[in-house]
């Protein structure tokens, strides 16, 4: 089993469904699968009552989430710039292309994601004491595509 290492990671995005850039000074990222679950416990146990009934599920609906902290750089007019200004896209619809590689873009570095999503914040913090820094989150809005790092390069 192979283990991987975080800082080669990357978050790539597409501007208006066109090229994928880079987002810039990433620190940390988190992808997050869910799957959701539905009760179908029916009263009886194969309609005998005198054995006991335990709960039963079915599979749900499935969703996907991002989200990433970066320090803020005003200079980055692709992958910084694209999530800040999709949050006001947000409101008509407008995803963006996510391509995620936790452990980089080689052909040995593991798995990566890729899906569209809708932009649910964009926040910038500032203190005295420390560099200026941005998050960011969306929401996935399809199904998540898995795949080698190098293949969605």
Excluded: C
Excluded at 23 to 51: C, H, K, P, W, Y
Excluded at 122 to 140: I, L, P, R
Aim: glycine letters at 12%; proline letters at 1%.
């Amino acid at each position: 089993m192979s283990t991987f290492t975080g800082q080669s990671g990357i978050i790539k995005v597409a501007l208006d469904g066109g090229t994928h850039y880079a987002i810039g000074e990433l620190r940390s990222f988190t992808i997050e699968q869910t799957q959701d679950t539905v009760e179908t416990t029916a009263m009886q146990a194969a309609g005998n009552s005198a054995l006991s009934v335990s709960r039963t599920y079915k599979p749900g609906l499935s969703t996907f989430t991002i989200t990433g902290d970066v320090y803020f750089n005003g200079d980055d007019t692709n992958g910084q710039a694209a999530l800040e200004g999709k949050l006001d896209e947000a409101a008509t619809g407008t995803d963006v292309e996510f391509k995620v590689f936790p452990a980089g873009v080689g052909a040995s570095d593991g798995k990566a994601f890729s899906g569209n999503a809708i932009m649910t914040s964009f926040s910038v913090s500032s203190s005295v004491d420390g560099a200026v820094e941005a998050s960011f989150a969306a929401q996935g809005t399809d199904s998540l595509t898995i795949d080698d790092a190098d293949t969605l390069a």
